[in-house]
Structures are given as C-alpha cells and as structure tokens.
C-alpha cells in the first residue's frame, strides 16, 4: 500500500521561502513520476510542479514557474518542492501525490495523495 506522507508546511511572509517534503513508501519510488498539487479554499486542486521518474522532466504551473522548484532523492524515497518568493495567493494545502506513470502532469494521471499540508502566506 502506498503512503505519501508530507511535511514543510507553515506561516511565513509574503516574500519568504518554504521546503516542502514528501516520503514515500509502499512500491518502488524510483519508477514513478511525482507530483505537488495545492487547493485553497473554495477552489478546485490545482496542478503545482511534476518531475518524472528519474528527475530529469520537470512542469510548472505558470503561476510559480520560477519561483518554485521540484526535485526528487529516488535514494530516499523523497520528494521536494522548494517554493521562493512566496505570495499570499500561494496559501492553501499543498497535496504530494504519485502517479502511474513515469512522466505525467495532469492531475487525472496520479493515483496516490498524500494528507496534504497547509501553507499560509501573509501579506
């Protein structure tokens, strides 16, 4: 059974930085494309970042294309989202989740999720 646990979550400024983090377990972690995703309240998932299986494809939502950025330690079943130059409308939970595939970025194409955890940016 797969578990997607994040962390990293909190309150920071506007103008401030968070690390996101995500451990996985349950099936082969480096096979597997990986995904953070955020929601806030009254509003829909929406798609944050994606990085394929080996880390070597990245997408970014418009919205915080260069500002955050996703990695991955396929030793440590981890995955990161570095996330700069925070901006209020940033607040919401952000969701880790795993895909079926090797390379995806449409929520439709990811099968786990994580519990999510909060962040909040204020201005």
């Known amino acids: 059974q797969v578990q997607l646990v994040e962390s990293g979550g909190g309150l920071v400024q506007a103008g401030g930085s968070l690390r996101l983090s995500c451990a996985a377990s349950?099936?082969?972690?480096?096979?597997?494309?990986m995904g953070w995703f955020r929601q806030a309240p009254g509003k829909e998932r929406e798609f944050v970042a994606a990085i394929s299986w080996s880390g070597g494809i990245t997408y970014y939502a418009d919205s915080v294309k260069g500002r955050f950025t996703i990695s991955r330690d396929n030793a440590k079943n981890t995955v990161f989202l570095q996330m700069n130059s925070l901006k209020p409308e940033d607040t919401a939970v952000y969701y880790c989740?795993?895909?079926?595939?090797?390379?995806?970025?449409?929520?439709?194409?990811?099968?786990?999720w994580g519990q999510g955890t909060q962040v909040t940016v204020s201005s």
């Open positions: 989740a795993q895909s079926r595939f090797q390379v995806a970025a449409g929520l439709a194409e990811y099968e786990y």
């Open positions: 349950g099936r082969t972690f480096s096979s597997y494309a």
